[in-house]
């Protein structure tokens, strides 16, 4: 299993940050919880939310209220929508794959490369 973050490099403060992860090697409606992770600079690694092979999306209830995950069955891809960004929000955006639900890093299968994503004007 193959997973591919794209989108943006340089987001606007208060914009919206949307990021798509392209999978390849396995279909995302027949297997694994499909996640979205991140990391700041300094700080470890944070579960941000996840979307399920049956469409079920769970979030981190710290981003919760600005977070949204969809996907696009066409494509084999799942999208990652951040609203109201602020610097605080620059961080390398990771997806991943794991066998069942769960917000441990450690858990997951398989990771993309991960894409750096700055909150500047």
């Known amino acids: 299993v193959q997973l591919q973050e794209s989108g943006p490099g340089l987001v606007n403060p208060s914009q919206t940050l949307s990021l798509t992860c392209t999978v390849s090697?396995?279909?995302?409606?027949?297997?694994?919880?499909w996640s979205w992770i991140r990391q700041s600079s300094g700080k470890g690694l944070e579960w941000m939310g996840a979307?399920?092979?049956?469409?079920?999306?769970f979030y981190n209830p710290s981003l919760k209220s600005r977070s949204s995950i969809s996907r696009d069955t066409a494509k084999n891809q799942f999208t990652l929508q951040l609203t109201s960004v602020s610097p605080e929000d620059t961080a390398v955006y990771y997806c991943?794959?794991?066998?069942?639900?769960?917000?441990?890093?450690?858990?997951?299968?398989?990771w993309g490369q991960g894409t750096l994503v700055n909150i500047s004007s």
């Open positions: 991943a794959a794991g066998a069942f639900l769960t917000c441990q890093v450690s858990d997951f299968d398989y």
């Open positions: 090697g396995e279909s995302i409606t027949t297997n694994f919880y």
């Open positions: 979307i399920t092979y049956s469409g079920s999306t």
